[in-house]
C-alpha cells in the first residue's frame, strides 16, 4: 500500500462526513468501510482498480509527477497492452499487440487535487496523436495543464528499437532492418513478411485503445465516468483524428485534425515525386535547397497581389500559376547569384514538383503537387546527397518491396505511376483514413474542426480539397457537411503551425462548438504579432472590406459560397483513389479491454 492511502481515506472519511459526494464506486474496503476512490499509486499495486491482474495490461507503473515549471502535477498511470493476439489479428503466430499506453490524469481529490468536478480534472478525456510513423508515446501534458485527462501511445511498436544496416544505394548510408521498429520497418517481419497487425495498430487500433485506457483509468482513479471525449492531434494525429471519426464515430464529441495525413498511401510516396523526378533530370545530387528556396521566394512574390493586397501573403495559393522559367539565369525575373538561379533543366524539374505526378498514358493527374511559395519541402534537401523524401520513400521499400536495401533510384519517372498504385492498392484499406461516410460521428453529435497551412512543407495541402468534395457528395452537400465538419486553410501557416494556426485556437473553438453549440462562422489567426486575420470555414472567403488596416481581421467579411472555384477543382479532377477502408473495425470494445477477455479470437468475430 502506498503510504499515502491511509491519508486519502482520512481526507475522504471527512469530506463524506460534511456531506460530500458518494461516488458509488465498488472499490476496495478498509477497516473504515468503502474507499470510493484510489490514491494514484493504488492503480498499480491493488486488483481493486482493474489494472492489476488484468491479462492485458503488462509492466503497469503509477506514479505522482510533481509539478515543474510548466507543467501540473498529475497521476502518471504506463503500460503495455497486449491484448491482441496471434494472425486473426494480423500478428506473427505467438505475437500479442505490445500498445504502450499512457494515462495522465489530473488529480484527484486523495492526491490533493481541486478546482474541478473531483480533484483537478474537469471530466473530459483528451487523447493525443502522434506524428510521423509513431513509435513513441505521445505527450499528455499538453492534456493534463488544461485540466483534461490526457492519453499517449507509441500506436504498438518501439521505434527506440533500431537495427541500422550499412546501405549499399546510399543515400541514405545505413537503413534499418527487421527487428528494427525504427521508421517503417516497423511493419516487416524478420521472415519479411508484412505484419498487418502492426499496421492496423498505428493505422487506429493504438489510438483507439489508448483513448478506451483513458476512459477506464479515470473512472477508477475518479470513480465518475467522463463527460466529453475528446481527440487532438497534427499530421499522421490529423490522420489518426479521421481515423477515430470514421471508424469509432459514435465515442468521440469532438476532435480537432491539423494538418491531417489522410491519403496516407497518397501523400506519403507522392510527395516524394520531386526526388524522383530530380534524380532522372539533374541526376545524383538532385536539386539544390538553396534554389528550390530562391525560386519559392521568387514565387510568393510574384503570386502576393493575386488577392489584392501585397502583404508576403498569398490568400488562395491554387491561384499562382508563376512558371519557374521566369528563374532560369539570364532571364529577367531571375537571380543575378548563379548559385541560386536555375538551369533550364532544373526549371523543368520546379515546374513539375508543383505540379505532383501525372499519369503516364493520358497526362492527367495521379495526385497533388506542392504549393509554390511553400519552403523547406520535405526531400528537396541537401544537393550534395539528393537524399529522398525519406517518409514516402520508406513505405515503398518497407511495405511494398519488403527489401531494405530497395533502390529507389531504380524508379523512373515513368514507373513512378504503377509503384503509386501498387502502394495505394495493396494500403489505403489500412491507412488511406480518407472515408468520407462520417454518418455515425455525425449521428453521435460529433463535431470536427480540421485546418491546413497553406504552405505546408511536409504534407501538401492540396489533397484535402478533394477529401472535402468526396464528403460534401457523401454527406449531404456543404452546408449539412458544416453542421458537423469544417476545414480551415490557414494562409502563410506550414506544417502543424505558423501564421496564427495553433492548438489552442482550433481546440476552442471545438469546445465552444461541442459545449456551447456555437458553431465557427470563421476563426481569427494571429498571422504575426502585428496582423490579425479572418479564416474562414470553407469554401467561403475572405474579403477585404476595402477602408481600415488589413492588419486587422475585423476589416475583411467571410464571402459565403455555394461550393469551392470549379475552375481550381477542374485542375485536380481525377486523382488517385483508394479502395475505401477495410471492412469491420477490427477491433474489441472498451468491456472487453476493461475485464480482459475476449480479445484473442480471429478476425472476422468482429
Ligand atoms: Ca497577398
Known amino acids: ?36 476512490t484510489p490514491v494514484c499509486a493504488d492503480l498499480a499495486n491493488n486488483p481493486a482498480w482493474g489494472l492489476v491482474g488484468n491479462p492485458y495490461v503488462t509492466n503497469l507503473t503509477a506514479v505522482l509527477v510533481p509539478a515543474t515549471a510548466t507543467n501540473l502535477a498529475h497521476c502518471q498511470v504506463d503500460f503495455t497492452d497486449v491484448s491482441l493476439a496471434g494472425s486473426g489479428w494480423g500478428y506473427m503466430h505467438g505475437q500479442t499487440s505490445k500498445i504502450r499506453v499512457r494515462v495522465g490524469l489530473p488529480l484527484n481529490t486523495n492526491d490533493g487535487g481541486s478546482g474541478g468536478v473531483q480533484g483537478a480534472w474537469n471530466g473530459k478525456i483528451q487523447s493525443r496523436g502522434n506524428g510521423g510513423f509513431a513509435g513513441n508515446v505521445s505527450a499528455v501534458t499538453p492534456a493534463v495543464n488544461g485540466g483534461y485527462v490526457g492519453t499517449g501511445t507509441d500506436t504498438g511498436h518501439n521505434a527506440t528499437i533500431t537495427n541500422p544496416i550499412p546501405n549499399p544505394n546510399a543515400p541514405p548510408a545505413t ?47 475518479y470513480g465518475r465516468g467522463h463527460t466529453r471525449n475528446y481527440f487532438v492531434g497534427c499530421s499522421d494525429g490529423g490522420r489518426e483524428g479521421h481515423e477515430m471519426a470514421q471508424r469509432f464515430g459514435d465515442e468521440f464529441d469532438g476532435i480537432v485534425s491539423i494538418s491531417p495525413a489522410v491519403h496516407w498511401d497518397r501523400w506519403g510516396f507522392s510527395a516524394g515525386w520531386g526526388n524522383y523526378v530530380a534524380n532522372q533530370e539533374l541526376g545524383q545530387n538532385g536539386l539544390d535547397a538553396a534554389k528550390f528556396r530562391d525560386v519559392n521566394e521568387r514565387a510568393l512574390a510574384a503570386c502576393d497581389p493575386i488577392d489584392g493586397i501585397v502583404d508576403g501573403m498569398i490568400q488562395e495559393t491554387r491561384l499562382c500559376t508563376y512558371d519557374a522559367n521566369q528563374a532560369v539565369c539570364g532571364q529577367p525575373g531571375a537571380s543575378a547569384d548563379p548559385a541560386v538561379c536555375l538551369s533550364a533543366a532544373e526549371a523543368g524539374v520546379v515546374n513539375k514538383i508543383w505540379d505532383g505526378p501525372r499519369r503516364h498514358h493520358n497526362g492527367k493527374k495521379l495526385w497533388v503537387g506542392w504549393e509554390r511559395g511553400a519552403q523547406g519541402v520535405i526531400g528537396i534537401t541537401p544537393a550534395a546527397t539528393g537524399a529522398p523524401n525519406l517518409f514516402g520513400e520508406q513505405i515503398n521499400r518497407y511495405w511494398v518491396h519488403k ?170 479532377a481525377g486523382l488517385l483513389q483508394g479502395s475505401g477502408p477495410l471492412h469491420g473495425d477490427h477491433d474489441i470494445d472498451k468491456r472487453r479491454l476493461q475485464h480482459g477477455h475476449g480479445g484473442h479470437h480471429h478476425a472476422g468475430d468482429d
Request: aromatic share 10%; hydrophobic share 35%; glycine share 10%.
Open 1 to 36: 500500500m502506498h503510504s499515502n492511502t491511509s491519508l486519502a481515506k482520512a481526507v475522504f472519511l471527512l469530506a463524506a462526513a460534511a456531506g460530500g459526494p458518494a461516488w458509488g464506486h465498488d472499490g476496495p474496503h478498509g477497516p473504515h468501510g468503502p474507499v470510493p
Open 175 to 221: 537503413v534499418e532492418a527487421p527487428p528494427s521498429e525504427n521508421g517503417a520497418v516497423f511493419a516487416l517481419n524478420t521472415d519479411g513478411t508484412l505484419n498487418t497487425g502492426r499496421v492496423m495498430d498505428y493505422a487506429w487500433r493504438g489510438q483507439h485503445h489508448a483513448n478506451m485506457w483513458g476512459q477506464i483509468v479515470s473512472e477508477a482513479y
Open 403 to 572: 527489401d531494405p536495401t530497395f533502390n529507389w533510384r531504380s524508379i523512373s519517372e515513368e514507373a513512378f505511376e504503377s509503384e503509386q498504385r501498387k502502394l495505394t492498392q495493396l494500403f489505403s484499406p489500412f491507412i488511406g483514413s480518407d472515408s468520407p461516410d462520417l454518418r455515425t460521428f455525425k449521428r453521435g453529435g460529433g463535431k470536427m474542426i480540421v485546418s491546413y497551412g497553406n504552405l505546408d512543407q511536409v504534407i501538401p495541402p492540396n489533397g484535402h480539397y478533394n477529401y472535402m468534395q468526396r464528403l460534401f457528395d457523401e454527406m449531404g452537400g456543404v452546408s449539412r457537411t458544416q453542421d458537423f465538419y469544417r476545414f480551415y486553410v490557414f494562409p502563410n501557416a506550414t506544417h502543424c503551425g505558423g501564421a496564427g494556426m495553433t492548438e489552442n485556437v482550433l481546440f476552442n473553438a471545438l469546445t465552444n462548438w461541442v459545449e456551447h453549440g456555437v458553431k465557427p462562422a470563421h476563426l481569427v489567426a494571429q498571422v504575426n504579432p502585428t496582423r490579425t486575420r479572418k479564416v474562414c470555414t470553407y469554401p467561403n472567403t475572405p474579403r477585404y472590406v476595402g477602408s481600415g488596416s488589413t492588419d486587422d481581421e475585423a476589416n475583411f467579411v467571410c464571402q459565403v459560397r455555394p461550393s469551392d472555384d470549379p475552375a481550381l477543382l477542374r485542375k485536380e
